[in-house]
């Protein structure tokens, strides 16, 4: 089974450029979310998709934004960029958002903004 | 919010000896709990899980204590091997809920 599949790996934009980055999650798995990683400051939970729906948000600002298709990718944008958005983002996929079971991360995005 | 914590953000042991890491939460709709491990340029991989309805889970080396009066976790790692120096991420979940903690670098010295 191949695992959560994060593409580009790196990337790097200039203040004030938008970015769209992709989650393809393990097959079957219709659960995705997305964490943003700075030193310091752990996994910030960004958002969490189930069936096309983003079920929960977290503490981001609107230039975050994500969607889900129909195959359960899913793609994060971020509008006019700013250098606090240098990070890595993570995505990780599981069967449900509920139940006893653990989510399973892509490799990341290491998104730098210059 | 900060409904996980993990207030060392370091830890260094030697190896052969015990690794002991911490988390504390905050919100009781919590009912499962996770460790994940990451390693620089990687994305975090699952370690151990507990449900609420137990207060122990042991695999191998690695043991979760869960503690639902004082919310508290804690993940002990014996013996503590050099492989095992990463990132450490506690994580609880409920409902549509799962938030992480910020990480314990843990480093075993030889």
């Known amino acids: 089974k191949a695992g959560v599949t994060q593409t580009p790996r790196y990337l790097i934009k200039t203040r004030g450029q938008q970015v769209t980055l992709s989650c393809s999650p393990i097959s079957g798995h219709r659960s995705v979310s997305w964490y943003q990683q700075t030193p310091g400051q752990g996994l910030q939970f960004l958002f969490e998709?189930?069936?096309?729906?983003?079920?929960n948000k977290g503490n981001f600002p609107g230039r975050f934004s994500g969607r889900q298709f129909s195959n359960s990718r899913s793609e994060m944008n971020v509008s006019t960029l700013e250098l606090g958005d240098s990070a890595l983002y993570l995505c990780a996929s599981s069967p449900s958002p509920r139940g006893r079971t653990e989510a399973f991360f892509g490799q990341g995005t290491r998104l730098t903004v210059v | 919010d900060q409904q996980v914590k993990q207030n060392s953000p370091s830890l260094s042991v030697q190896e052969g000896r015990i690794s002991i890491l911490n988390c504390d939460y905050t919100n009781s709709m919590f009912d499962y709990f996770l460790w994940y491990k990451k390693y620089p340029a990687e994305g975090p991989t699952f370690l151990i899980s507990i449900s609420s309805i137990k207060d122990k889970n042991e695999d191998g080396r690695f043991t979760v204590f869960l503690n639902k009066s004082a919310k508290h976790l804690s993940l002990h790692i014996v013996p503590s091997q050099p492989g095992d120096s990463a990132v450490y991420f506690c994580?609880?979940?409920?409902?549509?809920?799962?938030?992480f903690g910020a990480g314990t670098r843990l480093t075993v010295k030889p």
């Open positions: 998709y189930f069936s096309e729906t983003q079920r």
């Open positions: 994580a609880a979940k409920g409902g549509n809920d799962m938030r």
